[in-house]
């Protein structure tokens, strides 16, 4: 309640409208939308996302399972976020830059991103394509436009602003979009990069994953914004507040914002609502903060995206059982077979300890590694 | 050779490499419409407009961030701090990224960007405008850390370092921006890595750089006077580091005085030593002596901030121990 009247001049935040759907939680369109906001997608690529959608949820319960048994160091998942993920990656082009955090490695697999790879870097082995340098799903895939991971939250953000100013500055058609959960938009960088973004009309597009939890913090202790798409308007753009577990809603709230980047109108911010169902990562316990919130995590399970996504795509005739049974055969086999690939990778040799540090060696590394394996070594192991 | 101000030798270093180079750009708070804080920018605006002379919001972990990205892409961005004092906001920029990225992306993703300002102390502008981060950087693998004492030195390790495809930390004390010397026309390249003897001379070493060097010359000269020869060793380039030019020297000389302006304890001096020790223990005839600032916080008041910074008397008071 209000006690001391404002003057004239004030300005009040209004409260946040509902999010923007098109699919409600059986999988219908919902009767009030407006049809032009609905993306036309052909019928291979609905399967071809659904598929996506399968490949990880068959991947998170999977690699969870093998960290459980204490075969994997670590693990991050996005159960119930793919469809925030699959839907900037459908709504852009190849070349657009994709600065992650860490759970849309969904934008790396729709990008080529191999269930190899992905598994060799979980591992850390001779086969990672980063060496074994970064953490179990710090991905980097430059050939997807998918920049290296960064542990510090946020501080992807400013970089992606710097990406998007270099393409303006290069006259590339590039849109730069860069992810983050709602905690991100408490650091510095968060605003900062929002700022710079607003100055220079960036084509770029920050998408906010509001989750409701960063590891143990709910959105009430986060921010006393009506809704982080506010946060938007005080750097002079649009925010927009998207159902984060409805591709369609996903797509056409990304391609908007990916039109507005390319005609030059500038910056994005999407809050796409959704809800973190596991655990932050394989170290982390939520039954400890989450207790008696059943309800909550039951709710977010009734709007589980893979589900309302398959029923939209059933009703429309171009899902079949058959054809669901034929991609969780063959991903399974694929991720058997990558699972089964890396106990046969070594570890990764001694001397890329000192590759990749500089562009090129220098001579003290290079003296560095000689001495270090003429010295006495610690066995690895309990043994 | 024409003679110019060390600004003059940094403007003339960035201007030919963004001739050279259209990817080469310059970015930071006031370095356009303002000519830059210390005037090191002069005219750039003017000359290569907009988009390639770069006035950002004030907020170092922005341009610093913004700056990685834009390497990223492809670019060779030149970003300047108005000093190094304000690195510490962008700090988690420059440390867990750019020096970082080209390491954890198994070489994916490269950052040949400079990170360039003024550093150390000046006249009376107190703890938090005074202060010397090179061990900082120098602690950190992935980065170049480089810190001319001359506007020859600072034009060629300049365009050397805006070429270079690793960060490069180019750190100028603020003092040094008035002075003046002779610097060559053109293309004029120094090896990042490569030391310098600015004073040849055989009865002990002084290992110095950046506005130490300076100190290092002047003590030579009241050394001189009392028929004591220095050998005066500026590596330029802090990291990688020229050590064998140093250890030529003192395996000469037999005796070592190391000059810096950053306080001693954890310093880049205490990196010199331990490793002369290490390679040139048989050569020493006397402890290696370090004159560095006093251990606190630089203080406003002048008669203060004097004794706490290292001066001419303390060198020359350290040589000769190592001569008793």
Same mark, same amino acid.
């Given at each position: 309640?209000?006690q001391?009247a ?9 409260k ?6 098109i699919?409600d939680?059986?999988?219908n369109?919902?009767p009030?939308i ?6 036309e ?9 659904? %598929?996506?959608f399968?490949?990880l949820?068959?991947i998170?319960?999977r690699y ?11 693990? $991050?998942?996005?159960?119930?976020e793919?469809a925030? +993920?699959?839907?900037?990656a459908?709504a852009l082009?190849?070349?657009d830059w994709i600065?992650?955090?860490? %759970?849309?490695?969904g934008?790396a697999?729709?990008?080529g ?5 992905f ?7 001779a086969e990672?394509?980063i060496?074994?340098r970064q $953490?179990?799903v710090?991905?980097?895939f430059?050939?997807?436009?998918f920049?290296?991971?960064s542990?510090?939250?946020?501080? +992807? ?6 990406t998007?100013?270099?393409? +303006?500055?290069?006259k ?10 709602e905690?991100t ?5 968060f605003?900062?990069g929002?700022?710079f973004?607003g100055?220079w009309?960036?084509?770029?597009i920050?998408?906010?994953?509001n989750?409701?939890w960063?590891i ?5 202790l986060?921010t006393?914004?009506p809704?982080i798409?506010?946060?938007a308007?005080g750097?002079?753009f ?8 409805d591709i369609?809603?996903m797509?056409s709230a990304?391609r ?5 980047a390319?005609a ?8 796409a609502?959704?809800y973190?169902?596991?655990a932050?990562?394989?170290s982390?316990?939520?039954?400890v903060y989450?207790?008696?919130k059943?309800?909550?995590? %039951?709710?977010?399970?009734? %709007?589980?995206?893979?589900?309302r996504?398959?029923r939209?795509?059933e ?5 079949t ?5 034929q991609y969780?055969?063959e991903?399974?086999e694929?991720?058997?077979a ?5 106990e ?6 001694l ?6 540090v500089?562009a090129q060696p220098t001579? +003290?590394?290079r ?6 394996l003429t $010295?006495?070594r610690?066995?690895?192991?309990h043994? | 050779m024409p003679?110019?101000?060390f ?7 960035m201007?030919e490499?963004m001739q050279?180079?259209?990817?080469v750009?310059l970015m930071?708070e006031e370095?356009g419409?303002y ?6 920018s002069q ?5 290569f407009?907009?988009k ?9 972990c922005?341009?610093v961030g913004?700056g990685v ?6 670019l060779r ?12 906001v962008?700090i988690?920029?420059?440390?867990n ?5 080209h390491q954890?992306?198994a070489g994916?993703?490269?950052?040949p960007?400079v ?5 150390g102390?000046?006249?009376q502008l107190g703890?938090q405008h005074s202060?010397?981060?090179?061990a900082v950087?120098c ?8 810190m ?8 060629g390790?300049l ?7 690793d960060?490069?930390?180019?750190i ?8 003046t ?14 030391g310098d003897?600015k ?7 002084i290992?110095?750089?950046?506005k ?6 002047q003590a ?8 004591i020869?220095v ?6 380039? *802090?990291?990688p580091l020229?050590e064998d030019l ?6 000469k000389?037999?005796? *070592?005085v190391? *000059?810096?302006?950053a306080?001693?304890?954890?310093s880049?001096g205490g ?6 020790q290490k390679?040139c ?11 560095a600032?006093e ?11 004097a004794i706490? *910074?290292?001066d001419?008397a303390?060198v020359v008071?350290a040589?000769?121990r190592?001569?008793?």
């Amino acid at each position: 309640m209000t006690q001391v009247a404002l003057p004239p001049g004030a300005i009040v935040a209004d409260k946040a409208p509902p999010p923007f759907s098109i699919l409600d939680y059986e999988g219908n369109l919902r009767p009030d939308i407006d049809p032009s906001l609905v993306p036309e997608i052909p019928d291979a690529d609905c399967l071809r996302l659904y %598929r996506e959608f399968i490949k990880l949820r068959l991947i998170d319960d999977r690699y969870l399972k093998l960290q459980r048994q204490g075969r994997l160091g670590f693990y $991050m998942q996005s159960t119930g976020e793919e469809a925030t +993920q699959l839907g900037v990656a459908y709504a852009l082009k190849q070349s657009d830059w994709i600065y992650p955090s860490y %759970r849309e490695p969904g934008i790396a697999f729709f990008r080529g991103y191999s269930i190899h790879d992905f598994t060799n870097q979980l591992f850390g082995n001779a086969e990672d394509p980063i060496k074994g340098r970064q $953490m179990p799903v710090h991905h980097s895939f430059r050939a997807g436009n998918f920049v290296s991971i960064s542990s510090p939250v946020g501080t +992807q953000i400013p970089q992606a602003v710097g990406t998007a100013r270099a393409a +303006q500055i290069l006259k590339h058609d590039t849109v730069v979009s860069v992810f983050f959960g709602e905690g991100t938009t408490s650091p510095g960088d968060f605003h900062v990069g929002l700022n710079f973004a607003g100055v220079w009309k960036a084509p770029v597009i920050f998408v906010c994953r509001n989750n409701g939890w960063a590891i143990s913090t709910p959105l009430a202790l986060q921010t006393a914004s009506p809704s982080i798409a506010h946060k938007a308007l005080g750097y002079g753009f649009p925010g927009l507040l998207v159902d984060g577990n409805d591709i369609l809603a996903m797509i056409s709230a990304t391609r908007i914002a990916a039109a507005r980047a390319r005609a030059g109108e500038g910056p994005t911010l999407i809050e796409a609502l959704t809800y973190r169902r596991a655990a932050h990562s394989s170290s982390d316990d939520p039954s400890v903060y989450r207790k008696g919130k059943d309800d909550e995590v %039951r709710e977010w399970e009734r %709007r589980d995206p893979v589900a309302r996504f398959s029923r939209y795509l059933e009703r429309k005739g171009i899902l079949t059982p058959a054809i669901d049974a034929q991609y969780r055969e063959e991903l399974t086999e694929e991720i058997s077979a990558a699972l089964k690939h890396v106990e046969t990778v070594g570890v990764p040799p001694l001397i890329s300890l000192i590759e990749d540090v500089y562009a090129q060696p220098t001579a +003290q590394l290079r003296e560095q590694l000689a001495e270090l394996l003429t $010295m006495p070594r610690q066995k690895l192991g309990h043994g | 050779m024409p003679k110019m101000s060390f600004r003059e030798a940094l403007n003339q270093a960035m201007s030919e490499e963004m001739q050279r180079d259209p990817n080469v750009l310059l970015m930071g708070e006031e370095v356009g419409y303002y000519n830059g804080a210390y005037k090191v920018s002069q005219g750039m605006l003017a000359r290569f407009g907009e988009k390639r002379v770069i006035d950002t919001p004030i907020a170092e972990c922005g341009f610093v961030g913004i700056g990685v990205g834009a390497a990223m892409v492809g670019l060779r961005p030149i970003v300047e701090l108005m000093t190094f004092n304000f690195s510490l906001v962008a700090i988690d920029q420059i440390i867990n990224s750019a020096a970082k990225i080209h390491q954890m992306s198994a070489g994916q993703f490269k950052v040949p960007m400079v990170i360039r300002g003024a550093g150390g102390a000046a006249h009376q502008l107190g703890a938090q405008h005074s202060n010397s981060f090179e061990a900082v950087y120098c602690n950190t693998p992935g980065l170049k850390v480089v810190m001319p004492s001359t506007p020859a030195d600072a034009k060629g390790l300049l365009k050397t370092s805006i070429r270079d495809d690793d960060p490069v930390v180019f750190i100028e004390a603020e003092l040094l921006y008035g002075e003046t010397g002779e610097v060559p026309e053109g293309e004029y390249l120094i090896p990042l890595g490569k030391g310098d003897i600015k004073r040849p001379g055989k009865d002990c070493t002084i290992v110095a750089y950046s506005k130490m060097v300076g100190l290092a010359l002047q003590a030579a000269k009241e050394l001189e006077k009392e028929g004591i020869d220095v050998e005066i060793v500026d590596p330029r380039t *802090l990291r990688p580091l020229d050590e064998d030019l140093i250890f030529s020297s003192v395996r000469k000389t037999n005796r *070592l005085v190391i *000059l810096q302006e950053a306080t001693p304890h954890s310093s880049f001096g205490g990196e010199i030593a331990y490793r002369v020790q290490k390679h040139c223990f048989d050569d020493l005839d006397a402890p290696i002596e370090r004159v560095a600032s006093e251990d606190v916080p630089v203080p406003y008041a002048l008669n203060l901030e004097a004794i706490v *910074l290292p001066d001419v008397a303390r060198v020359v008071a350290a040589v000769k121990r190592t001569l008793e």
